[in-house]
């Protein structure tokens, strides 16, 4: 069964950084492209970042570049965000995400992990 | 705003069938995929590349694509198919992701 756990999440500063990570088992993680989508309170879902899976190719929404990185650890099974220079908007929940063909094909969701920012 | 346009919320009797749509530009290049999100969980995949169903989702669940829509039907909807739902594709040139605003599903 595939499983996909976030953690990381919690209350920081506007400006502040923070990681995420979720750990992924049940399937061949080095095998699979990996995403990273977010919801804000009472908003739809927004694709935030990719990962090829062998972690050589990244991508990016327009909102996050430059300020967030998404990274992975084939070896332990857990894809990363790292998150910098945070503010207000970036408060949501945050969701790991299985690509099954490597074209946004996003078949497995994590619970999701929340991130707030406030002062 | 969102890449994908999506009616807003969508209400039927149970035992009828809803219809959501979702269109978009990039949908005449790239496949459609439909979620479901109850309250307080994870979305959960529907219908993946336009109208395929993935395992364990009920025959009720269909998809269909037309040019650049793409459309979510529930036949005989029960009262447990309320939720919101969301159709997500890539862009045009498969680099990025894109979703839809969503659409709750109201079983009168």
């Known amino acids: 069964e595939v499983q996909l756990v976030e953690s990381g999440g919690g209350l920081v500063q506007p400006g502040g950084s923070l990681r995420l990570s979720c750990a992924a088992s049940?399937?061949?993680?080095?095998?699979?492209?990996m995403q990273w989508v977010r919801q804000a309170p009472g908003k739809g879902l927004v694709w935030v970042s990719r990962i090829s899976s062998d972690g050589s190719s990244t991508t990016y929404a327009d909102s996050v570049k430059g300020r967030f990185t998404i990274s992975r650890d084939n070896a332990n099974n857990t894809l990363y965000l790292q998150m910098n220079s945070l503010r207000a908007d970036d408060t949501a929940v945050y969701y790991c995400v299985r690509d099954l063909s490597g074209d946004f094909y996003f078949d497995s969701w994590g619970q999701g992990t929340l991130i707030t920012v406030s002062s | 705003s969102y890449d994908l346009t999506q009616p807003p919320s969508v209400s039927v009797s149970p035992g009828q069938t809803a219809r959501i749509t979702c269109s978009g530009d990039a949908l005449s290049k790239q496949y459609g995929y439909w979620f479901q999100q109850k309250p307080g969980q994870a979305p959960v995949l529907v219908i993946c590349k336009d109208r395929e169903r993935p395992s364990g989702i009920p025959e009720r669940f269909s998809g269909s694509s037309s040019g650049t829509t793409v459309m979510l039907t529930i036949s005989e909807v029960q009262a447990e198919d309320e939720a919101d739902y969301y159709c997500?594709?890539?862009?045009?040139?498969?680099?990025?992701?894109?979703f839809g605003g969503g659409t709750k599903l109201t079983v009168l």
């Open positions: 997500q594709s890539a862009d045009s040139s498969g680099s990025r992701g894109v």
């Open positions: 049940g399937f061949t993680f080095s095998s699979y492209y």
